[in-house]
T-cell receptor
């Protein structure tokens, strides 16, 4: 079945540092999504990518849809304490009612 | 806009009882909702796809008689864990797909989750 490999699994950084995480797949996806999950909460959509090569920003967050359609990365610039949480990538094959395939998550910890 | 609620947020029950979890899209209609299960420090695992007015589609390995899904309206889907046992304890999360018409991107929005503890 389709799988997403997300790395790194965890990151420990200092406040103010930039963060980079990525997802790769052996399958092609037509949509890439990045979510953030806080403890005890549901995932919140950060960025949605719909075109190969697309680069999209949301404040300090930037994500790109890989040109091969098999990968995506998320960058966070100048990290702040509220960036702490688990970040998930998710891929979707079609625009219809296709289910999402999730990566394993990247747990971000920030030292003040 | 695009708010999804779940109720209850936490539930503790005795082994053998049934528990119903509600998922509501508050400001949009959702013909399709999804139910996920998440174990501690793990990713989300899709359990089933809930379609309004029709039977749910379950993922491989998920017992449909154990996890009953009803999508009675365009804003409400329910998940009932029947005869719950301690191994059913988990974090259950729903999502709702907002329909934007043909050719548009249909985004999924997640509820806040329900923590189920079976004693």
């Amino acid at each position: 079945g389709q799988q997403l490999n997300q790395s790194p699994q965890s990151m420990f950084i200092q406040e103010g540092e930039d963060v980079s995480m990525n997802c790769t797949s052996s399958s092609i996806f037509n949509t890439w999504l990045w979510y953030k999950q806080d403890p005890g909460e549901g995932p919140v959509l950060l960025i949605a990518l719909y075109k190969a090569g697309e680069l999209t920003s949301n404040g300090r967050l930037t994500a790109q849809f890989g040109i091969t359609r098999k990968d995506s990365f998320l960058n966070i610039s100048a990290s702040i304490p509220s960036d702490v949480g688990i970040y998930f990538c998710a891929g979707q094959v079609g625009q219809g009612a296709q289910k999402l395939v999730f990566g394993q998550g990247t747990r971000l910890t920030i030292n003040p | 806009g695009a708010v999804v609620s779940q109720h209850p947020s936490r539930v503790i029950c005795k082994s053998g009882t049934s528990v119903k979890i509600e998922c509501r899209s508050l400001d949009f209609q959702a013909t399709t909702m999804f139910w996920y299960r998440q174990f501690p420090k793990k990713s989300l695992m899709l359990m089933a796809t809930s379609n309004e007015g029709s039977k749910a589609t379950y993922e491989q390995g998920v017992e449909k008689d154990k996890f009953l899904i009803n999508h009675a309206s365009l804003t409400l889907s329910t998940l009932t864990v029947t005869s719950a046992h301690p191994e059913d304890s988990s974090f259950y999360i729903c999502s709702a797909r907002r329909n934007r018409g043909r050719g548009a991107h249909n985004e999924q929005f997640f509820g806040p989750g329900t923590r189920l503890t079976v004693l």
